[in-house]
């Protein structure tokens, strides 16, 4: 049972991949929105190991935020910085819902079809 | 059955720009330390759990584990466990656990937006565990229901007492499940989808 721990030592300060900047319009980027690499960006070349790492997780599968920051053993806010500047620099495609009512919390976007497929397809489990 | 024609479908990864992206759906598992949250996400993910960490440098209010009281400033971190389910019709569905402490309960705002609902699970052995993420839940009028965690096949109470205790609308639907079975993680999923459904329909 994982529950709160402890910083592990870290040989880097998570923040320093970034370049010190801890928020963007990337602070929006939810924690399920899927990346994306798109064609031509595959290598990376000459980018930072984390931007590399990145391309090298999401070039056969869509990924989403959450899984790379577990996946790199980097906190969120810093994995949506990189993938921001990833989007920038049309190396990915970031996929969200449609936009959501933040203030309620609830999305609008969810449709009842929507939810009806994610029923059936629970169901079918 | 909903399900959409298989050339939508998810196969085994063709180059992601070959396809249209899956429509990703979530709902939150919520509920003290230690309930069964982490076990519950895994009877279902189609990957073994992952896990996360928010850093925090928030100030931290409240009881800690321990018993003491801090209102000092503080850095922590804050593990985040989840899995993902891939649906027909190409939704991907991700499960996002998270403790339930007051003080945790900032970073709930971002786990919950665009969330379908939660589930919270509960041990009734310590039931006051539970009482943040159903306030939280509650005034947020997100759809959730109350799993109650059967550790080892025992239920030791009543669910109508269970509801009694937690004050709770009738409206919330509580029920026995065990995190440890694929196949009550699953009823508890459905009931919540359910509510969220009736929830639209109403709205």
Not at chain 1, 53 to 79: D, N, Q, W
Not at chain 2, 47 to 76: C, F, N, Q, W, Y
Not at chain 2, 106 to 118: H, L, Q
Not at chain 2, 134 to 151: A, K
């Amino acid at each position: 049972m994982k529950e709160p721990v402890e910083h592990e030592a870290r040989s880097v300060r998570p923040y320093t991949v970034t370049g010190g900047r801890v928020r963007s319009a990337s602070s929006d980027m939810p924690l399920e929105a899927l990346v994306e690499v798109l064609p031509g960006a595959m290598n990376g070349h000459g980018l930072p190991p984390e931007k590399r790492a990145i391309l090298r997780h999401a070039a056969h599968t869509y990924v989403a935020v959450a899984e790379l920051s577990a996946l790199l053993h980097l906190p969120i806010g810093v994995v949506r910085v990189i993938v921001a500047d990833l989007a920038d620099a049309k190396y990915v495609r970031v996929h969200t819902a449609a936009p959501m009512a933040v203030q309620s919390g609830w999305s609008q976007a969810l449709s009842l079809s929507a939810l009806e497929s994610v029923l059936n397809g629970i169901s079918a489990l | 059955m909903a399900y959409q024609p298989s050339d939508t479908a998810v196969t085994a990864s063709p180059p992601p720009s070959a396809r249209v992206a899956p429509t990703v759906v979530k709902i939150v598992v919520a509920g003290g330390f230690a309930v069964g949250k982490t076990t519950f996400i895994g009877s279902i993910s189609d990957i073994e759990p992952l896990s996360t960490e928010a850093a925090m440098t928030e100030h931290s209010l409240g009881v800690d584990d321990a018993g003491g009281r801090s209102d000092r400033k503080t850095t922590t971190t804050v593990a985040m466990d989840f899995g993902r389910i891939a649906l027909p019709g190409a939704f991907w569905l991700y499960l996002f656990g998270t403790p339930g402490q007051d003080r945790f309960l900032f970073m709930w705002d971002d786990m919950v937006r665009g969330a379908i609902g939660a589930v919270v699970l509960v041990d009734t052995d310590r039931l006051d565990q539970c009482f943040p993420a159903i306030d939280y839940f509650e005034s947020r009028r997100i759809p959730f229901v109350v799993g109650v965690n059967c550790f080892d096949g025992v239920a030791k109470h009543a669910l109508e007492d269970v509801r009694e205790a937690l004050t709770i609308s009738p409206q919330v639907p509580v029920l026995y499940t065990d995190a440890r079975s694929r196949a009550a993680t699953k009823q508890t999923l459905i009931q919540l989808v359910r509510l969220a459904m009736e929830r639209l329909h109403g709205a």
